[in-house]
């Protein structure tokens, strides 16, 4: 599809969810370059070619913009998890999970930069339905995902599956900040066989903390 000039509004139902998805890609583009403290509506807007008012009446602030955002990775995450499950021939439980669970989430580094922002900003200067609009829609991946996991895996009920994913955010949230600190600190660091102890690889940490996590629970005899 042609993209829209800049000059003209947007007046159809298809053109105007054109321009959201244009805002939403130049947000990415925006965030893989830089921090999410350093990216503006102004550059995010200039970024899409869209004018910033007409920004604005897409999403009311950078907050709900970048919410749009992480609910658009966490979609396609979704989709890629359970694929990945079905896909998957090994016969361990643990082995399953955490192995999709983490091969899907470190192919997009995107998605696990947002999930600190979402954690640590964006809540916090939501307005309280929009908290709750996004909570609804976590909620609900929250137990499609789990029930997935249920059927795949019918050691671990819908329930325990659900714990599992919210404790998985958390893990996500932490390992993707010791794997990737503040540029000054990863250059303070780097190479120094006095700090090798903070040099951690987000997949293989992910992968083993819920595997031995998921045995744990199902105590599975692999």
């Known amino acids: 599809m042609a993209s829209i000039p800049s000059k003209l509004r947007a007046r159809s139902a298809e053109d105007k969810d054109q321009r959201r998805q244009q805002l939403l890609d130049a ?7 830089s921090t999410y403290e350093s990216v503006t509506v102004s550059a995010v807007a200039e970024a899409a070619g869209i004018a910033k008012p007409s920004a604005y009446g897409y999403f009311r602030s950078k907050e709900t913009l970048f919410v ?31 192995t999709c669970l983490t091969a899907t989430l470190a192919e997009r580094p995107l998605l696990v930069q947002l999930l600190s922002v979402v954690h640590a900003t964006l809540q916090a200067n939501l307005e309280p339905e929009e908290i709750r609009a996004f909570k609804r829609f976590t909620l609900g991946m929250l137990f499609e995902l789990a029930s997935a996991i249920a059927g795949r895996v019918p050691s671990i009920p819908v329930e325990q599956g659900a714990r599992l994913l919210l404790l998985t955010y958390a893990l996500v949230i932490g390992l993707g900040q010791l794997a990737n600190p503040p540029r000054a600190v990863r250059e303070a660091i780097e190479g120094d066989p006095e700090f090798a102890a903070f040099s951690i690889d987000f997949r293989s940490e992910l992968e083993t903390t819920l595997e031995r996590l998921i045995r744990g629970w199902t105590r599975t005899v692999d």
Request: hydrophobic share 45%; with cysteine; aromatic share 6%.
């Open 27 to 33: 947000a990415a583009r925006q965030l893989a370059d």
């Open 68 to 98: 749009a955002l992480t609910q658009r990775e966490l979609t396609a995450w979704c989709s890629a998890f359970s694929a990945a499950l079905q896909r998957s021939r090994s016969r361990s439980p643990a082995r399953i999970v955490a």
